[in-house]
């Protein structure tokens, strides 16, 4: 009769997988590779940044298995969010329960950095160095022991920002961005610090779009209208595009002021080639041809020897990230989490712009910061960043107490 | 009621395939108890969608609304209220099945295609608001860490629960399909004029199956939150309602198991060809497209067609003799 | 919160949400078409706007962003997707045409996400950007608020191509068995007319404008893969509202459908996409199948 015959398929099938099953149970490993989860974004906008930071690991990882760790190799497996949370936070669990992840890296997204931080960090036990996504929540408020930021974040760009911007005649400023962690991340740490720093600053209005949000003329049309003395767009990721370029095409630049974190970084530039908009201002942590150490010329030589073009950011911090781990592990001395974790605290690694510290009251990079305009430049083919200012890691950082009362 | 599930000849083979899914925990490593679990939510999800399009007929386009309305139910009244969890699991299949009578009313009174498209404004309606509404549902970011009481957290009891809860719903759903009510239902999907003629509310029943089938979606939103911990507006994207419906055409959409065969597949595919190959969906698509040629009827189709073909050839030769 | 709402910025804000709703008719009215005539919601149709946009750019590109390059890519593009949806066309879907439509529906979705992962591996996953030629570019002044020049430019276009769709379903004898196959296709077909052609034509006139739209699109927006996904609700729910098949019913609809978000994004930004969706409702609860009258 049919329907026993599919029930002893279906019964067929349980026990099959129930042997297989049992078959791969992971088998505990001697002296082994270390294993490093990526979790990024490697289609649509977003995608510049997610290659370019896996460009940047790639080159780190190869020079520290010359040397190898703890008598192996680094390795890693990547995987591609799209930037949505949803495929993300199951890629990253996938990672953690199938493939056996020490580590996972990883994402543009700051809604996914901490989704990850929460569900899968916090949860599993593993650690997770967020190396992109710049929401300030994810060291901040959402931060616990298992997650860690090798990026700047919107704590840093916003206190930047505001002590740039609050030297001038700024009185009304129109916030305008993504719909999501980031953008409100941007938008609270900036208008915090400089409320802070100039207290009769007005903030007139709000626009939010969702992400992605392809047509943003109608957008700005409504924002010119306003008349701000200032546009904060918080944005990025996916749409960072899509801004500049309405920018440019409703010239609104060069009646606004504008400010858009990492307005000023390789990466968000280089594709719009000339068709950047210039004299938009920014805030970025890594410049390839600032400050001409030599230090980071040798990084951006080496860089462009393997890919044919210069590093932004992304790539930037994922080389630092790479260091980190392989200093990390080697001082905790085998492959534990815990340990690791310990040994990361306070550990301070070369980079190519100097000495950088991954801070032990909240697990964060500290960074230098810099504050530039946009200009086109002939040499590069496209906008870089003038009239640059830079302010120590230690001035734009929030300090450990402020964090730790945020913590609760 | 019981006596009738305990009588039929498949009951041995029910009980047998329970017994070995209630020992998977033991044998099989985390990750799969995780995507079987997984399954079983989506496989119930299917199963709802084809008690209205498989069985009923209609052009259920949106589903996926109503499962994330369950979800996101669940998941509001656990972050946002003091309320315990179990008044939020419960509310989450009771607000989705009323919001499928309100969208259901607006929809009966139109016919086939006419019906999907108004389902899918409608579900539009709730996914934009669910999007952009960021100060009540944190938007494109979604929630997560949703706390769930001790008894039902920890990947093995998330897997249990979710188990007894799907095989409970699978069995009322057996039992509503083999009820007059489901023959109607049938009668329907085949034949509305002539059910109108004899006297059936052909738009009544349409409601009512449109009742329980988003209840059942409800209750497969509120099994994700339980297992994932996390709600996501694409659970309310359209995408997700079509993805369904393959779900229960790669099954079989005539028959009762399918679409949880059909979400069994889905899920592996997605899951192991996943990792492999970032073009998991033109495989998907390819796949489909051999199925709508070649395997119209879904994969346990295959033999229900060969069996009514079998029953009747033996039925023809009883009435020979 | 301050918002200064003037007549000039309002009158720019609703130029603006009209030159938008033109894309969005543009689009819609191939979808709209190719429902009237095979009565299958064409769920591919994003797909093929997509393809329409970065067809643009690599045509656009390959005259180094010439002005020249840059009408043939609004040329070009759209026939390219043309091509293609033929090939699917005649290569696949035909054979579907006796079956129910739900699996003509299906087939269009697995088309959708077969054409999706096409394009990534085709173009690659990072995103581009086309610039419009120097006429087009800057904005002129309307009212004393600044207004682009190339939704302007839009504003003629969409017009153009409503009049010219429905000069091509009324005067020519292509339109009218198109239309009378609509209504009808077994009494066409024992008239003797090859059925299977003509769906076959208004298939590819439908998937063409989808292609048009997106070559039209382009230099406004950054060209992404997931552009699918989002124009095929926002033309689904258009064509709703508007009355299945019916192409100035795809006109009203996508008005409606760019001014409420273009009025909304002044009044309420934050929920300004809300507002076409409750558009949407309002309507369909008053007039479920649509404003203006269904071809079938």
């Known amino acids: 009769m049919k329907r026993g015959h599919v029930w002893k398929a279906s019964l067929l099938l349980m026990a099959g997988w129930w042997v297989v099953s049992a078959l791969l149970l992971p088998v505990p490993a001697a002296a082994r590779n270390i294993k490093i989860g990526i979790v990024d974004t490697y289609s649509g906008p977003a995608a510049v940044f997610g290659n370019d930071a896996l460009n940047g690991f790639k080159m780190a990882v190869d020079e520290i298995n010359k040397q190898g760790v703890l008598g192996g190799k680094i390795e890693f497996v990547t995987r591609d969010d799209k930037f949505k949370v949803d495929i993300g936070l199951s890629m990253a669990k996938e990672l953690v329960l199938k493939e056996d992840v020490d580590l996972i890296v990883g994402t543009v997204n700051s809604g996914l950095a901490l989704a990850i931080s929460d569900a899968v960090a916090k949860k599993e036990k593993i650690p997770y160095i967020a190396w992109m996504s710049k929401s300030e929540n994810v060291t901040g408020k959402a931060g616990h022991r298992y997650v860690f930021s090798t990026t700047e974040n919107t704590?840093?760009?916003?206190?930047?920002?505001?002590?740039?911007?609050?030297?001038?005649?700024?009185?009304?400023?129109?916030?305008?961005?993504?719909?999501?962690?980031?953008?409100?991340?941007?938008?609270?740490?900036?208008?915090?610090?400089?409320?802070?720093?100039?207290?009769?600053?007005?903030?007139?209005?709000?626009?939010?779009?969702?992400?992605?949000?392809?047509?943003?003329?109608?957008?700005?049309?409504?924002?010119?209208?306003?008349?701000?003395?200032?546009?904060?767009?918080?944005?990025?990721?996916?749409?960072?595009?899509?801004?500049?370029?309405?920018?440019?095409?409703?010239?609104?630049?060069?009646?606004?002021?504008?400010?858009?974190?990492?307005?000023?970084?390789?990466?968000?530039?280089?594709?719009?080639?000339t068709e950047a908009p210039e004299g938009v201002m920014g805030t970025m942590d890594y410049l390839f041809y600032y400050p001409e150490l030599s230090s980071n010329q040798k990084f951006v030589k080496d860089f462009q020897a393997l890919y044919k073009a210069p590093p932004g950011f992304p790539a930037f911090h994922a080389y630092t990230t790479a260091y980190l781990i392989a200093e990390a592990f080697r001082q905790a001395g085998k492959i534990d989490r815990e340990k690791f974790i310990d040994a990361i605290e306070g550990l301070k690694v070369d980079t190519p712009v100097g000495k950088v510290e991954m801070r032990a009251c909240d697990h964060q990079a500290v960074y230098p910061m810099l504050f530039g305009t946009t200009k086109i430049s002939k040499e590069y083919g496209a906008a870089v960043a003038t009239d640059i200012m830079t302010l120590r890691g230690a001035e734009v950082m929030p300090s450990c107490e402020e964090i730790q009362a945020a913590r609760k | 009621m019981l006596k009738d599930i305990l009588r039929t000849s498949a009951f041995p083979w029910t009980a047998a395939v329970l017994l070995v899914l209630a020992l998977v925990p033991f044998a099989a490593g985390r990750f799969y108890v995780y995507i079987l679990a997984v399954i079983f939510v989506t496989g119930l999800l299917a199963m709802s969608l084809n008690l209205l399009a498989g069985h009923g007929?209609?052009?259920?386009?949106?589903?996926?609304?109503?499962?994330?309305?369950?979800?996101?139910?669940?998941?509001?009244?656990?972050?946002?209220?003091?309320?315990?969890?179990?008044?939020?699991?419960?509310?989450?299949?009771?607000?989705?099945?009323?919001?499928?009578?309100?969208?259901?009313?607006?929809?009966?009174?139109?016919?086939?295609?006419?019906?999907?498209?108004?389902?899918?404004?409608?579900?539009?309606?709730?996914?934009?608001?669910?999007?952009?509404?960021?100060?009540?549902?944190?938007?494109?970011?979604?929630?997560?860490?949703?706390?769930?009481?001790?008894?039902?957290?920890?990947?093995?009891?998330?897997?249990?629960?979710?188990?007894?809860?799907?095989?409970?719903?699978?069995?009322?759903?057996?039992?509503?399909?083999?009820?007059?009510?489901?023959?109607?239902?049938?009668?329907?999907?085949?034949?509305?004029?002539?059910?109108?003629?004899?006297?059936?509310?052909?738009?009544?029943?349409?409601?009512?199956?449109?009742?329980?089938?988003?209840?059942?979606?409800?209750?497969?939103?509120?099994?994700?939150?339980?297992?994932?911990?996390?709600?996501?507006?694409?659970?309310?994207?359209?995408?997700?309602?079509?993805?369904?419906?393959?779900?229960?055409?790669?099954?079989?959409?005539?028959?009762?198991?399918?679409?949880?065969?059909?979400?069994?597949?889905?899920?592996?595919?997605?899951?192991?060809?996943?990792?492999?190959?970032?073009?998991?969906?033109?495989?998907?698509?390819?796949?489909?497209?051999?199925?709508?040629?070649?395997?119209?009827?879904?994969?346990?189709?295959?033999?229900?067609?060969?069996?009514?073909?079998?029953?009747?050839?033996?039925?023809?030769?009883?009435?020979?003799? | 919160m301050e918002t200064s709402v003037t007549l000039a910025g309002f009158i720019s804000q609703l130029l603006v949400g009209l030159s938008r709703a033109m894309i969005l008719f543009i689009v819609a009215s191939g979808l709209s078409f190719i429902l009237g005539v095979l009565r299958v919601p064409n769920v591919a149709h994003g797909s093929l706007y997509m393809i329409g946009a970065f067809a643009a750019h690599t045509i656009a590109v390959a005259f180094e962003g010439s002005p020249a390059g840059f009408w043939l890519a609004m040329v070009c593009a759209p026939l390219v997707v043309a091509a293609i949806s033929l090939v699917a066309e005649r290569l696949l879907f035909c054979h579907l045409y006796e079956r129910e439509h739900l699996m003509l529906l299906l087939f269009t979705f697995a088309l959708m996400l077969i054409l999706g992962d096409l394009t990534k591996m085709t173009w690659g996953a990072d995103y581009r950007s086309i610039v419009a030629p120097p006429l087009l570019q800057g904005s002129v002044s309307v009212l004393?608020?600044?207004f682009p020049r190339y939704n302007l430019f839009l504003l003629l276009v969409g017009?153009?191509?409503?009049?010219?769709?429905?000069?091509?379903?009324?005067?020519?004898?292509?339109?009218?068995?198109?239309?009378?196959?609509?209504?009808?296709?077994?009494?066409?077909?024992?008239?003797?007319?090859?059925?299977?052609?003509?769906?076959?034509?208004?298939?590819?006139?439908?998937?063409?404008?989808?292609?048009?739209?997106?070559?039209?699109?382009?230099?406004?927006?950054?060209?992404?893969?997931?552009?699918?996904?989002?124009?095929?609700?926002?033309?689904?729910?258009?064509?709703?509202?508007?009355?299945?098949?019916?192409?100035?019913?795809?006109?009203?609809?996508?008005?409606?459908?760019g001014l409420t978000q273009s009025v909304g994004i002044m009044v309420l930004p934050q929920f300004a996409i809300v507002f076409p969706y409750l558009a949407v409702v309002v309507i369909l609860t008053l007039k479920p199948t649509g404003l203006l009258k269904s071809v079938w």
Request: charged content about 15%; proline content about 4%.
């Open chain 1, 155 to 273: 704590a840093m760009a916003g206190k930047t920002a505001a002590t740039v911007l609050s030297k001038k005649p700024i009185k009304r400023i129109w916030v305008a961005g993504d719909d999501y962690e980031y953008g409100h991340a941007l938008d609270e740490s900036f208008s915090r610090y400089m409320k802070q720093m100039k207290p009769d600053v007005e903030f007139i209005g709000k626009t939010w779009w969702k992400v992605g949000e392809p047509d943003l003329v109608p957008y700005f049309t409504s924002i010119q209208a306003a008349n701000p003395d200032l546009i904060h767009f918080c944005t990025g990721g996916a749409s960072m595009a899509n801004v500049l370029k309405t920018i440019k095409t409703t010239g609104i630049n060069q009646k606004i002021p504008i400010y858009i974190h990492t307005a000023i970084d390789y990466a968000v530039l280089k594709p719009l080639g």
């Open chain 3, 159 to 257: 017009p153009l191509v409503a009049v010219g769709l429905w000069l091509l379903s009324t005067r020519t004898k292509f339109g009218k068995i198109a239309r009378a196959a609509a209504v009808d296709r077994e009494m066409v077909g024992a008239i003797g007319i090859n059925v299977s052609w003509v769906f076959a034509f208004a298939f590819v006139l439908g998937c063409l404008l989808a292609g048009l739209g997106g070559a039209l699109v382009s230099p406004t927006i950054s060209i992404t893969l997931g552009m699918d996904h989002s124009i095929i609700i926002e033309a689904f729910l258009i064509v709703t509202i508007g009355g299945l098949g019916n192409i100035w019913g795809a006109m009203v609809g996508a008005l409606i459908f």
């Open chain 3, 144 to 146: 004393g608020t600044a």
């Open chain 2, 57 to 321: 007929g209609t052009y259920q386009f949106h589903h996926g609304v109503f499962y994330g309305v369950g979800a996101y139910t669940a998941g509001l009244i656990i972050t946002k209220t003091a309320l315990p969890a179990w008044v939020a699991l419960c509310a989450g299949p009771i607000a989705a099945a009323a919001a499928g009578l309100v969208i259901g009313t607006f929809c009966v009174r139109l016919n086939k295609l006419y019906f999907g498209m108004l389902q899918i404004s409608l579900g539009s309606l709730i996914w934009i608001l669910a999007l952009r509404w960021y100060s009540l549902t944190n938007g494109d970011d979604g929630i997560h860490g949703i706390p769930m009481p001790e008894l039902l957290s920890g990947s093995v009891n998330a897997y249990y629960f979710i188990l007894i809860v799907v095989s409970a719903c699978l069995a009322v759903m057996y039992l509503i399909l083999k009820s007059p009510f489901g023959t109607t239902l049938r009668a329907v999907r085949d034949n509305p004029q002539r059910c109108q003629a004899v006297g059936i509310n052909v738009r009544r029943h349409q409601l009512l199956a449109i009742v329980i089938a988003t209840f059942f979606a409800g209750v497969a939103g509120v099994l994700f939150v339980v297992l994932e911990g996390s709600v996501f507006p694409d659970m309310l994207f359209w995408v997700m309602s079509l993805e369904i419906f393959i779900m229960c055409l790669l099954g079989g959409w005539f028959t009762f198991f399918g679409p949880m065969l059909g979400a069994a597949i889905m899920v592996a595919l997605r899951t192991f060809v996943g990792s492999y190959t970032d073009y998991w969906t033109l495989i998907l698509g390819v796949v489909l497209i051999l199925l709508i040629f070649f395997l119209p009827d879904g994969i346990m189709g295959i033999n229900f067609r060969t069996w009514l073909r079998s029953r009747a050839r033996r039925r023809a030769m009883n009435t020979v003799r």
